[in-house]
Structure formats: structure tokens, C-alpha cells
């Protein structure tokens, strides 16, 4: 609206993100359609399935894409790199057809068949619904949706929801009879590939025969790159001020980096970031309502779906904790942190350089994650 040049750097082939991508290739909602038709302004260029290697200069960027590695020079920067998936290890984690609960429902929006495959979804919070939703509208088989939340607060959530009518409304349409509080995965087994789990509820275990499980236990902000930025960050996000500007000068910062807490508030959170950096003044105030509301919910979802004790101990000593090199629980139990565990074990030396097994040892162990190195991503060389 600004009428600013502005360029949209996603490492995504499809734009809409997490939420969207599916109706970008397709009919798209109309609130979809509204965001999505942002792309053809004139002064918008998209740059899809692009990575940011790394900020070479002050105001600099080295991008790369399928075919080149270019330059991309900024005076104002608006950060939205959201948050990846919460794998907390357990026995069996690593069989193929384990995945995340957001990664399954990743796979079906690009086309994988599940039809008449028969699939467990465990972990906590609310994106375990929209995975079990997914995969059912895909013709999957979903048995188990395993909350680990007590039932307790799961009622407690669902009784609050009053206060977001659109999130009452969407709760209602998602809620299944598959749907389990107090339960989770113990372990998985098979030869080849997962053929069954095993489930805790409450004191009772049995074990159940599937195709897929999906286990999700949350969402982590993405932070390497306001990092490397030099972004200040504060418990596991980026810190943000009112108008959600960095503690770098000209770089904001919108969405789940900046906490986790949903669309409705990385929307908002967008509009008020763009804003600020545009120099439109007269919708803050009403956005930044709107913000406090979404955030309250984000705070409900934090406080009721927090992870139980007994998740955390799920692993045994031989359970892999880093899966690219092989590294077992036991093998960085001695290390102090990152760096220990490095030149001890290799732990998150591997290709997803600590992104999985990073979020889950700062979950059980307390490390604080690894300050970002460039390439910020794997780059070409020549």
C-alpha cells in the first residue's frame, strides 16, 4: 500500500507458506486470494525458492536459487523465517514412516498418497487436529489423535475459546473421536519400516498397528538468520518492540521467530511490521489490538499445552538423539553443552546442522542453541 520496492525472499517453491501453499496452486480461500494477489502489484518482486546464505556486507544479502548465487541489497528488513517442529527422540523415532505431525501435513499438501493408510498422530497442542484433518481428507485411516496434555487442561483450553470465536468455531470442526488427552507414544517398532506403537494412557499401555505416525510437541522460532543479523534474542525468539523492531536498526521482525503463537498473530504481527517500516501510522493502534488479543491465545496454548515430565524421559540411553551422525543419548550425556557435545560426539554436524537435534537437546537439556556460522545454508562453491 506504501508503494515502496519491495522484494519477498522464500525459500519455498509455492508461496503461502506453512498454511497457504496448498491454495496457492489451487482455488485459494478468499483471505488467501486476498494475500496472495499481493504478489502481482508492480512493485513487488518474489523471489521463490530462495535462501539467504548470508549477509556478506551491512545491508547486503547472498541469496541463491536453483540456478545462481546474486546479491540483494536492503535498506529496510523485515524478518518472518517462522519456526520449525518440536521432535522430542524416543525409541523407534527414527523407523521411516515416523515423521512430524506439521511435516505429515506438509507431505499430503504436496501430493503424498496416504489413502487408506492407517496413521497415529501424537505429540501436543492444537496442530495435532489440523494434521489428523489433513490426512483425513487425504482418505487416511486416523486411529489415534494422542494429546500428552491432561485432560484437565485440555477442558480448561476448550473452555476459554469464548474468546476467540473463529478458534471456537475451527475447534469444533476439527474435534474427532480419535482424540486422547493424557496419552502418548512410548515407543515404535518394526523391521524395515513402522508397523506399530506402543501407548501410555494414564497407567494403561497397549499397542496399536499403523502405517505412519506423526508426533509433533510444538513449534521452535527459527532464529539463525536475526542472529547472524545480530538481532538480540530472548528466550528462544527474536525480541521485538511495539512496533516490532529488532535490536538491529531498520530490521523488523514478524511472526513465529518472534514467538510462537499461530497465523492470526504472525498476520497481524506482518501488517504491523510492514506498517512501521513504511511509515503508515494511522492502523497501528487497531493492529496493535488486535495483537494482544491473538496473544492471549498464544499465551493459553503455551500454558495448557505445556510438555510433561514424562515425555522428557521417553529416551533411553541408546535412543538416538542425532540422527544425521548417529549420535546416542548416552554418548553426549557427559557434554556441558553444544560444543561439548560436538567434539565429543558430532552431535548436529550433520545435514541438518542441529536443527532437529539442536531444539530437542535444548528441550531436554537446557543447552543454549549454537551461535549461527555462514553459510547459513548449504551453498554452492564456484
Not at 130 to 157: C, I, K, Y
Not at 254 to 277: D, F, N, P, Q, Y
Not at 316 to 323: G, K, M, N, S
Request: charged residues 20%.
Amino acid at each position: 500500500r506504501s508503494g515502496a520496492t519491495i522484494a519477498i525472499v522464500d525459500d519455498n517453491p509455492r508461496a503461502g507458506g506453512q498454511i497457504w501453499r496448498q491454495a496457492a496452486a489451487a482455488t485459494p480461500l478468499p483471505v488467501a486470494a486476498e494475500r496472495l494477489a499481493v504478489l502481482r502489484q508492480p512493485n513487488v518482486t518474489h523471489l521463490a525458492a530462495t535462501r539467504i546464505v548470508a549477509e556478506t556486507q551491512p545491508g547486503t544479502l547472498l541469496l541463491e536459487d536453483d540456478e545462481r548465487g546474486f546479491l540483494l541489497e536492503f535498506r529496510t528488513l523485515i524478518v518472518c523465517c517462522g519456526a520449525r517442529e518440536l521432535l522430542l527422540p524416543f525409541p523407534g523415532w527414527t523407523l521411516p514412516g515416523v515423521t512430524g505431525a506439521g511435516g505429515l501435513q506438509a507431505l499430503i499438501k504436496y501430493g503424498l498418497d496416504v489413502r487408506g493408510q492407517r496413521i497415529v498422530i501424537a505429540g501436543s497442542g492444537p496442530l495435532l487436529l489440523a494434521s489428523a484433518a489433513t490426512a483425513r481428507q487425504a482418505a487416511a485411516q486416523v486411529s489415534h489423535v494422542l494429546e500428552q496434555a491432561a485432560w484437565s487442561d485440555v477442558a480448561g483450553f476448550g473452555a476459554g475459546l469464548w474468546r476467540w470465536p473463529s478458534k471456537l468455531a475451527q475447534a469444533a470442526k476439527l474435534v474427532t473421536a480419535a482424540y486422547r488427552p493424557g496419552a502418548h507414544v512410548v515407543e515404535a517398532f518394526g523391521d524395515q519400516r513402522l508397523e506399530r506403537v506402543r501407548i501410555r494412557q494414564g497407567e494403561r499401555e497397549f499397542e496399536v498397528d499403523c502405517d505412519r505416525l506423526a508426533c509433533g510437541f510444538g513449534l521452535v522460532p527459527n532464529t539463525v538468520l536475526p542472529s547472524h543479523l545480530g538481532c538480540r534474542i530472548e528466550n528462544g525468539a527474536v525480541a521485538v518492540d511495539a512496533y516490532q523492531r529488532t535490536s538491529r536498526e531498520g530490521c523488523f521482525a514478524a511472526g513465529e521467530c518472534t514467538g510462537v503463537g499461530g497465523s492470526e498473530l504472525a498476520m497481524v504481527e506482518g501488517e504491523i511490521a510492514g506498517c512501521a517500516a513504511t511509515g503508515q501510522t494511522a492502523p497501528l493502534d487497531g493492529l496493535i489490538a488486535q495483537r494482544a488479543r491473538w496473544h492471549a491465545f498464544a499465551d493459553s496454548v503455551r500454558e495448557r499445552f505445556a510438555i510433561r515430565e514424562p515425555i522428557r524421559r521417553l529416551a533411553r540411553p541408546d535412543t538416538l538423539l542425532c540422527r544425521c551422525e548417529d549420535v546416542r543419548f548416552d554418548a553426549v550425556a557427559p557434554a556441558s553443552g553444544w560444543t561439548a557435545a560436538k567434539l565429543l560426539t558430532r552431535c548436529g554436524m550433520g545435514a541438518c546442522q542441529g536443527r532437529v537435534c539442536g531444539a530437542a537437546a535444548q528441550a531436554l537439556f537446557g543447552w543454549t542453541p549454537p551461535v549461527p556460522r555462514t553459510p547459513l545454508v548449504p551453498a554452492r562453491v564456484g
